[in-house]
Structure formats: structure tokens, C-alpha cells
């Protein structure tokens, strides 16, 4: 068996698709726009968990292709933002520099791949002529008060020094470097993302995504019913106003707890407590949301001072503790510890009443241990609504609280605002100007994109400030409405801020007058398969939501949902299911692989290691079994393919069971399965070769369709061996006939009384009493006894039933 030449053949039909290539559009063609996540250039370049992405875009593009349909299949550069400066400060080069070398060297690994990307759709962050855009959306939203200046507590990364969204805090720590995240108190630029909370939510109904995704979406955004209830407090005509979800609980609040955060906190204080109130609020400032909420062992401080419960008079004391958060709800909750576990475990720590107002049956349980967390009970201890069923009055008490004049109905979200700003200076200048006169205001849309000045100096500042601030000469300019000297806004958006809308630009990339022409956008978008990886559920797929939506609303395209269809590709990991990284040692490149056993091997071995969807463990000694399977496929057509080899009703049964597998395999996207289902069938075809001396041409060119999508260099060259005189990529998808399917003779077990007593072959469409009869035949030295049923499943089984 010869030993197909790969770097001969890959390199022919690169060459080839270089001077003609086979995804044209033509106009005639329904379009197909499959688009990967784009990569941030990292310095360490592409590993093969990069590669299993794109090699699966690439083969459903390729299939999209074989269908007749013209495919969007572009790529780009997600180049400004944290990763890339932080790269270029541990390197010590200008972030302008390192990102063009890293791209310059993924786009070189990303060709290896041989995927049909139209480069001359090409985007990048960080070219003026795109950011141009990103920077006019902003100044929309800012027309339409979705960007508003806050100054607030946010998340503070010590080491990225920069503010943080609550998304890129993870288990506490910076999702970039790992450090834990403290808080610091910052004017911000916001979004205002909660706007669109509601679409947001119920239009995840019409997506055909992951299950999983829109779960996390739901949860991320986590809308919830309830009342906003007033608490007066003794001695003071101030009020608290607390969120709850359960207001049927109101008679069992025995304690209230504050945010320290909340704009009372500290005036709540008394003599005696004021020193321990005080260390408390700056404790907890230093702490990240995530890790507040996530720890077990629940600390607080009492202030010393008692809320009224509304409902019945009752003096609640009010405490301060770090599990609730001031930008949820009302930064106040009330607490009832008989009916919630957090509650419970506060009250017990600190010797809190604990009152339950709802139980099973109406028995209070004595000496309780644990809270009563059941959804449904009989209310208790709770005066005018004893007797009542707590399902019934959970929906009913928001309106009779407002009827009461103590609260009024609400509904809450646990989304909050984007922070949209960033103390960097590798980011989109945000396009506001600061007049002492006219206040904040925007850039004039002819006067975009305002660049990013060139730097030398372009560390994080660590005050607060991003480094432009210490440019003068471009801090300083003149307000657009007044004329009067005014200042630059000097910090930049975050890395999300192009990632967010860059699927609509690919279609119209050199426009310079728009940011995407409505007659390409009515032709080529949405997208209608997205795929990367599911660690992008939350962030980047809830903001390009949000920008779609928006810019849908203003008329710039008419649809509201950017993807159609989204595909989420598990992680290969190192040994152990460790996640590869350069740090950790274990990268592998797909630079040597690719030398040694081609491009094609490589993408197949990608799709084998295991179903598309899940992680895998990398392991480079099975990739010789798919290089194998290569060259035994290759060999099939050589030896075959200039004999006058005539097809038998066996190939042509075999050639249509093989593309009705392959075919449904595919369309489920079970990818691994695909590749074991062409072994399989190349076995059976090596098998049949060798009783009939070769396969005949139309089942050799079907398989050679079937496969090219997954390894299209060697399709390409089989394709033409076997006579095709236009590129295999410009035929079509094979259909496969139903009838031709069918076997004609079956295998049927023979059995008496269950037991199987012999094996006969028969035709297919053998009638009941033809098939019994053989069967009948066949064990005729068996049959001792008398026979009291005869049983035929089709195709199956004959079963003699005896007595």
C-alpha cells in the first residue's frame, strides 16, 4: 500500500484554490453566513483546542457549500482590550506592535487549517476604519440616555489596574489574571443594558441555542416578582425600603440586613457601635461580589439601631452584612429565618427570633433546625392572613400591601448596568467631550473616529486614571457645541465594545459611510450558525443581543437577534482535562502535527477525539489512526480507479446506506461519528473490493463528496483522479434513494419456544407463511411435539411455539 504524499497534495490545491476559488458569490445563491467567535491575537499563538472550532465551522461551511449555497465565512481580529495590553507589558512592546505580530502568526497557523475564511471581509478592532463605528454607536446610545456617567463602588483588579463588569469577575478573581478584586469608588461610563431586560429574556424563546445557554442567560438577567415594602425606623422619620420575593412571609421578618454599601450604613450607627460599623464597611469594600456571595460563613454587625415592621409594629434590629449586595433590589432585605436557610444560619449565629409563619398541615415544628423551605404551607402566626395556603398569598400580598399603603407591587432583575469604561489605554477612546458649560457631550459623528493617540508610555496608571489623561495636548480641546476649552473623556471602552457587533460589519467592511448598507444587511444577515466556545455564554452573547436589539431599534437593521443558530465546541484539554496554557506547560501546537501527518489528518483526529460538544483530552498517538484510515481511502480509488469496474446491486446499496449515515450523522452534528461512519463504511468498500477486484467510479465519487468537507485537500485530489474536471466542492451533495437501501435477503433466527434453533437467510419480502415454512424446514428433526402457535416478525424471528 503507497503512502499518499500530503505536502505535495496540500500544497497543490492551496495553490489552486489561491488562483480559483470555490466559494464565489454569484447572486443567484441563497445565502449561508457561518461565523466562529473571532480570536484574541495572543501571543502564544493557536493550540489544537483553537483548531477544534474551526475546523468545525469549516466543515459545516464546506457542507453549506456542497448544498448549493453561497457561505459568509469570514474571520477577523479581536485586538483591543485587556489581553492584548497585558501581553505587550509582560513583553515590553507596544501593544500595536505585539498585536500585529501575534496576528500576523495566527493568520498564517489559521491558513494551515485550509478553511474557505474570505479574507478580504477582514476585520480588526483596532483599525480606525472599524473602531469608527464602535465609537458611533456609542454616541448613539448616548443620544438615546442608554450612556450615562456613575460614579460608584466598582470591581478593581490591583494587578489589571482597571475597573471590572461584575461578568469578568471570576470566583472572585480577575478573569484575565487571577487576582482577587477588591473595590474601588470610580466614575464610570455605563450602558444601560437593563433596558432591554425583558426582550432580552422573552426573546430567548425564538433562538435555537443550547438549552444551557439560555438557562444561563435567564439566570444572568433573573427577573422576579415581589413587593418594594417600607420599614420606618425608631426614633427617625427615615424609611428602609426592602425588596422581597415572598411578602407572604412579612409577619416572620425578625431582622433587616443592609448592604454596606447602602447610603444609611454608616448613619445608622450608634456611640457604641460605630467604630465596629465603620471597619465592617471598609472590610467588605475590599472584597468582590462574587466571593460575598458565595461564602458560607456569614458575617455581620449590628448598628445598633431597630426598623418597624410594618405589618404588625414589631421592632426589627437592623444589621450590616456582606452577603447582600447594594445593586440588587434595594441593597435592604428583610429576613425571616424560619423560611430561608441563609436567614436561618445569620439568625442562629447571632441569637436572631426565629417565627415561623408557614407550615405543613398548619403544625408549627418545635425547635426548629432547619428553615421550612417548602413552596407551599399553611400560613401561621400571621395574623389576618392565618388559615390562608402560602402559594395562594405569595401571588396576592404584593397588591394587598400596596392596598395597605406599606409597599407597592415590583418587579426586579438581577441584571445590572454594563461599566463600559476602562482605566487603559489600549482600548476605543470613548467619544465625549467635558464642557464647564454644555456638560458632556459627544463627538460629532463627521468628526469619527477619534484615534487612539501613539504613545510610548502606555502602562496602567493605578490611580484611577488611564494613561491618557496625562497626554495634554489631547486631553485638551474645544467643546462642539460652544466652542469653549473643554477636556477629552481619557478612559476607553472595554474589550467587549467591537466584539459586541463585528459579525455585522464583515458584509460591508470597506464601507466608510455607514456602518453596514441596509441592502447588504437585508442579504447577508443575521448569522445563521455561530459557533465558539460556552465560556462566551454570558458576556459576549448577552452584549452583541443588546447591541442588536439596539441598533434594530434605530433602524440601522431589521432583525433583533444577531444568531440564528448556536453551536457551543467543548475544550481540548491537556492531560487530566487540565486546560492548556502557556504557563502550565502543556500546549500543544498543531505546527508539528500538521508537517508530519498533514492538514487533513489533523482535522479529521480534531472531530474524532469525541463528540464536538464536550471536552476531550488531547492524545497525539490517535491521529495515526485517522492518517491511516487516509491512506487506505486513497489507495481504494488508485486501484480502483482505472479499472472498468461495474457496479453490483451490493455497491449500490452500500454507496446509498452510506450517505443516509453519514448525512444524519451530520446533520445532528455528531462530527465524531462521522468520522468512525466513513471508516466503517471505507472497511466495508476494501472488503467488497477485494471479491469484485475495485469499486466502481460512482460510489468511489460519492465517498470522495462525502468526505471532502472534513479533509478537502485529498477530496480535491481524488475528486480529479476520478475524472472531475471542476473543483469537488462545486458538486452536490449526494441524495440517497430509500429502496436502493434495502437489503434483499435477510438474516432470520428460527427459534422453539424462544430459543434460537437455527439461522436462514431469506428474501426480504418473504411472506409470513414462505418465511414460517423455511423456518419450519430448517429444524424439521426439532419439531418432537406438537405446535400450538406460529410467530413471523418481519425480517427478525420465527418462533414455533410447542407443547
Known amino acids: 500500500m503507497s503512502q499518499y504524499n500530503h505536502t505535495a497534495i496540500e500544497k497543490k490545491w492551496r495553490e489552486n484554490w489561491e488562483k480559483h476559488p470555490i466559494n464565489v458569490n454569484d447572486g443567484k445563491k441563497e445565502k449561508y453566513y457561518c461565523l466562529d467567535m473571532f480570536p484574541y491575537p495572543s501571543g502564544s499563538g493557536l493550540h489544537v483546542g483553537h483548531w477544534r472550532g474551526y475546523v468545525i ?17 469570514p474571520m477577523g481580529w479581536d485586538a ?14 507596544h501593544p500595536a506592535i505585539s498585536t500585529e505580530s501575534n496576528i500576523k502568526n495566527i493568520k498564517r497557523q489559521i491558513n494551515e487549517i485550509a478553511a474557505i475564511y474570505d479574507w478580504d471581509m477582514e476585520v480588526n478592532t483596532t483599525d480606525p476604519a472599524f473602531y469608527k463605528w464602535t465609537q458611533w454607536i456609542f454616541v448613539q446610545m448616548f443620544k438615546k440616555g442608554l450612556a450615562y456617567e456613575k460614579e460608584f463602588p466598582i470591581n478593581w483588579c490591583p494587578s489589571c489596574k482597571t475597573g471590572l463588569a461584575n461578568e ?25 443594558i437593563t433596558a432591554y431586560a425583558d426582550r432580552l429574556l422573552n426573546d430567548l424563546d425564538k433562538l435555537d441555542w443550547p438549552e444551557k445557554v439560555k438557562k444561563m442567560q435567564t439566570d ?3 427577573k422576579s416578582y415581589g413587593a418594594e415594602v417600607d420599614f420606618g425606623v425608631e426614633g427617625r422619620d427615615e424609611k428602609i425600603t426592602v425588596y422581597t420575593t415572598r411578602p407572604d412571609t412579612l409577619y416572620g421578618a425578625t431582622f433587616m440586613v443592609l448592604a454596606p454599601e447602602h447610603a444609611m450604613a454608616k448613619s445608622l450607627a450608634t456611640d457604641e457601635t460605630r467604630e465596629a460599623v465603620e471597619k465592617y464597611i471598609f472590610d467588605s469594600s475590599m472584597r468582590s461580589n462574587v466571593d460575598r456571595l458565595q461564602d458560607k460563613e456569614k458575617t455581620g454587625v449590628f448598628t445598633g439601631t431597630y426598623a418597624i ?56 415544628i418545635e425547635n426548629m433546625t432547619e428553615a421550612y423551605t417548602e413552596a407551599s404551607g399553611t400560613m401561621i402566626n400571621s395574623g389576618e392572613w392565618n388559615g390562608m395556603e402560602s402559594s395562594v398569598l405569595k401571588k396576592e400580598a404584593p397588591e394587598m400591601i400596596e392596598k395597605r399603603g406599606i409597599g407597592h407591587k415590583r418587579v426586579n ?3 445590572r448596568d454594563w461599566v463600559f469604561s476602562r482605566q487603559r489605554y489600549w482600548g476605543e477612546p470613548i467619544p465625549i467631550v467635558h464642557c464647564p458649560k454644555c456638560g458632556n457631550v459627544p463627538v460629532p459623528e463627521d468628526q469619527l473616529p477619534l484615534k487612539l493617540p501613539e504613545v510610548e508610555s502606555y502602562q496602567p496608571t493605578g490611580t484611577g486614571e488611564s494613561p491618557l489623561a496625562a497626554i495634554d495636548e489631547w486631553v485638551n480641546t474645544t467643546c462642539p457645541c460652544c466652542g469653549a476649552p473643554a477636556k477629552r473623556e481619557t478612559n476607553t471602552m472595554p474589550q467587549w465594545a467591537g466584539s459586541s457587533w463585528y459579525f455585522l460589519r464583515y458584509v460591508d467592511n470597506k464601507n466608510d459611510k455607514e456602518l453596514v448598507s441596509r441592502e447588504k444587511a437585508d442579504k447577508y444577515l443575521p448569522v445563521d450558525m455561530y459557533i465558539g466556545g460556552v465560556e462566551h455564554a454570558v458576556l459576549h452573547l448577552l452584549y452583541s443581543r443588546f447591541y442588536t436589539k439596539f441598533l434594530c431599534d434605530i433602524g440601522v437593521i431589521d432583525f433583533d437577534e444577531p444568531f440564528k443558530k448556536l453551536f457551543n465546541q467543548g475544550m481540548i484539554t491537556g492531560k487530566n482535562g487540565i486546560k492548556m496554557s502557556k504557563s502550565k506547560g502543556n500546549v500543544v501546537s498543531p505546527d508539528d502535527l500538521v508537517r508530519d501527518y498533514g492538514c487533513d489528518s489533523l482535522r479529521l483526529y480534531e472531530l474524532f477525539v469525541g463528540p464536538p460538544e464536550l471536552d476531550a483530552e488531547w492524545d497525539d498517538r490517535g491521529i495515526e489512526g485517522v492518517s491511516r484510515f487516509l491512506n487506505r481511502f486513497y489507495n481504494l480509488v488508485m486501484t480502483s480507479k482505472d479499472k472498468d469496474i461495474k457496479e453490483t446491486k451490493e455497491m449500490v446499496k452500500l454507496r446509498h446506506k452510506l450517505v443516509f449515515d453519514i448525512e444524519q450523522r451530520f446533520e445532528q452534528f455528531s462530527l465524531n461519528t462521522v468520522i468512525s461512519g466513513f471508516m466503517e463504511y471505507n472497511n466495508k468498500l476494501i472488503d467488497l473490493a477485494k471479491k469484485e477486484g475495485g469499486i466502481d467510479k460512482e460510489t468511489l465519487k460519492t465517498f470522495t463528496i462525502l468526505l471532502a468537507p472534513f479533509a478537502p485537500h485529498l477530496g480535491e485530489e481524488l475528486w480529479q483522479e476520478l475524472g472531475g474536471t471542476d473543483s469537488v466542492f462545486h458538486a452536490s451533495w449526494p441524495e440517497c434513494d430509500a429502496e436502493k437501501m434495502k437489503d434483499d435477503e435477510k438474516e432470520v433466527a428460527v427459534q422453539i419456544n424462544g430459543r434460537v434453533r437455527a439461522t436462514i437467510t431469506v428474501p426480504a419480502d418473504i411472506s409470513k407463511e414462505d418465511a414460517i415454512a423455511a423456518g419450519k424446514e430448517a429444524i424439521k428433526d426439532k419439531l418432537t411435539g406438537n405446535i400450538v402457535k406460529e410467530i413471523y416478525v418481519p425480517g427478525r424471528i420465527v418462533n414455533i411455539v410447542m407443547k
Open 57 to 73: 465551522s469549516d466543515v459545516w461551511s464546506r457542507y453549506q457549500l456542497l448544498r448549493g449555497k453561497y457561505v459568509i465565512h
Open 80 to 93: 483591543f482590550g485587556l489581553p492584548a495590553e497585558n501581553y505587550a507589558i509582560k513583553m515590553g512592546v
Open 168 to 192: 469578568e469577575v471570576v470566583n472572585g478573581c480577575c478573569e484575565r489574571c487571577g487576582t482577587p478584586v477588591t473595590k474601588k469608588n470610580l466614575r464610570q461610563w455605563m450602558l444601560k
Open 220 to 222: 444572568w438577567i433573573g
Open 309 to 364: 415592621n410594618p405589618i404588625n409594629g414589631a421592632k426589627v434590629p437592623i444589621w450590616l452584612s456582606d452577603y447582600v449586595l447594594a445593586d440588587y433590589g434595594t441593597g435592604a432585605i428583610m429576613c425571616v429565618p424560619a423560611h430561608d436557610d441563609r436567614d436561618f444560619e445569620f439568625a442562629k449565629k447571632f441569637n436572631i427570633p426565629i417565627i415561623q409563619v408557614i407550615a405543613k398541615d398548619g403544625k408549627e
Open 413 to 415: 432583575y438581577k441584571l
